[in-house]
């Protein structure tokens, strides 16, 4: 083989090895994007999953809180879990609305369960009648 | 003994009948009530005479006392009782003035609460101070804080000397639903801390809590408004009823609403006999 040839070969090899190293810097660029389309999806959907979650919590902690009413056993820091909840869920913070929502619910039922038990009046025993 | 087994009978009978006959505590009358309830401080605190009642918690608690008595030396509630007058003599827009509406006022305040029978409702002084009001085209006041306290201080003093003398009239049984409704109130537990109003004021008068002592029930309602150092003003009976219930983490009624009118009435009921001394002055 002459030089000629053999410089030409050597440069064109030079060329395809620049070339690929290109298209794979391109794939390595382009494949972040392709991952982080597929997380953010999966984030989106975890998300509106939350969303949902602390939506329905609050729905329900809003429902203990008004049959506990209904009956006078509502408590003191039932209503105010449920607005705190409300304005987590509005902040985008689902983790913090659902808990706030669940431990209201809790307080809502446990409330109801109170004035269930206090309905009849007994009168104490250290009164002496 | 002739016919014994007849004779046993009728004294089973009798027997069952007497036994029967002694109503349970939840259908005593309120003066069977009032008795017990009496009897029980009584028990609690012996050597305390009745009349010592109407000074609250400083009738138990002689530290509390001796502060309390320096302090009356320059009544907090003074300033209260001259604004108070104030307003009972300045002629509303109209020109008319609250003798107007209580002809034998101001000193008045021992006849609240009381059955209102034409309204079928527990009527209250201050209830019937915005009564008046509205009736003489004016604004009412609010319920728990301002103003409202400053006549009601006025004439509370007016009315010293008067005896607290609650009446539940036998001709109209909705009174004594009421006065019952009230009792409920009084004995039935509510709130996060589960408590019932009679937990710290007749089971535990006298004990802390956290560094308060618990004032006895009985003269509760002879010395309101009262002024409060935590509240750094006068205040009114259903403003306290307000503070009592979120402290034990129930959500407290409106004041002046039927539960709380309820609650004074029995409240009041059980401090019959105990001399007026308001306005007050509290922790």
New interface residues.
Partial sequence: MNMKKLTAMLCLGAIVAIAGQSVIAAEKKAAPKVEATDKSAAKSTESSGDKAAAQSAIAAAESARKKAASIDGEWRDTGKMIKKAQAALKAGDFAKATKLAKKAENQGKLGYEQAQAQQTLKMPSYLKY | MKNLPGKLLLLSIVAAVAVTA?????K?TPE?DRE??E??FK?RFPDLAKEEYANGVYAIDPIGRESWEAIEEFPPYELFVDDGKEMWDAPFANGKTYKDCFADGPGIAHKYPHWDKEKGMVMTLPLALNQCRESQGEKPLKYKKGSINNILSYMAFESRGQKTNVVIPEDDPRALEAYEKG??FY??????L?FSC?NCH??NPGMKIRSDMLSPALGQTTHFPVYRSKWGTVGTLHRRFTGC??QV?????KAQGQ?YRNLEYFLTYMSNGLTLNGPGARK
Avoid: D, M, S
């Fill in positions: 002694q109503a349970a505590p939840e005593a069977r017990v309830f009897n029980r028990e009792k409920k004995y039935t537990r509510r709130g996060q589960n009679a007749v089971q219930n979120k983490r129930a959500k407290p009624f539960e």
